[in-house]
């Protein structure tokens, strides 16, 4: 079955330090892919997506992803966390028009 | 310049009671999809719709009727409501036909609680 699978719940990384979001999926083919931002008590916010061509897709908020088809990955990442990026993260993935995948989501804590 | 409004924001109901949520957009995109949030599973489609008088089964429709009659709005109701549908429910929308490449626009969200 097709499926997108976040293998960490809970991150903390310090401000100011690198981040690593993993994301990994299982399709037949290669889905479209997406990486979701939720604040508390928010609806979710597209970061970046990734259909082809370049595997290092730049998004906002200073995000980027990278997708490797070797290991169905596409990990989400940001060189310096800012306190304001702590909230829950979602990788999605999508192959069909009634087939929007997500993960089951990462929150992130920003320590000071 | 609403974009993408859901009301209620809360709602506690009891079991086998109808309840209906509302999602209105104003940017008159085509597509419109009604997920749940639950502890562990991320987000579950549950219906979309891809144009009015269009919709279609996603993920998880057991339990659950819409209509889009008109292109803005599209409710998802509850016939007969369970606990196993307490949740945070969201609405989204997209301008584009196709797959799913466009970008989704999320609504706030309604928390819904079945006793």
């Known amino acids: 079955a097709q499926s997108v699978t976040q293998p960490d719940i809970h991150i903390t990384v310090s401000e100011g330090a690198s981040l690593e979001l993993r994301c990994n999926y299982s399709?037949?083919?290669?889905?479209?892919l997406f990486w979701y931002v939720q604040s508390p008590g928010q609806g979710l916010q597209l970061l970046l997506k990734y259909f082809s061509g370049d595997t290092l897709v730049q998004g906002i908020k200073g995000f980027e992803a990278e997708f490797k088809r070797s290991q169905s990955s596409f990990n989400l990442r940001k060189p310096s966390v800012h306190w304001s990026d702590a909230a829950e993260y979602f990788c999605a993935a999508s192959a069909t028009n009634n087939d929007m995948r997500f993960g089951a989501g990462t929150r992130l804590t920003v320590k000071p | 310049d609403a974009g993408i409004t859901q009301s209620p924001r809360y709602k506690i109901t009891e079991t086998g009671r109808q309840v209906t949520l509302m999602c209105h957009q104003t940017?008159?995109?085509?597509?419109m999809f009604w997920y749940r949030q639950d502890l562990g599973h991320g987000l579950r489609l549950i219906y979309y719709s891809a144009a009015a008088d269009i919709t279609d089964k996603g993920e998880v429709p057991d339990g659950y009727v819409v209509s889009r009659s008109k292109t803005e709005n599209f409710p998802l109701t509850l016939e007969s409501a369970t606990r196993s549908q307490t949740s945070v429910y969201f609405c989204a929308s997209m301008r584009t036909s196709g797959v799913f490449t466009d970008t989704q626009y999320f609504g706030p969200g309604t928390r819904l609680t079945v006793l």
């Open positions: 399709y037949g083919a290669t889905p479209y």
């Open positions: 940017w008159s995109h085509s597509y």
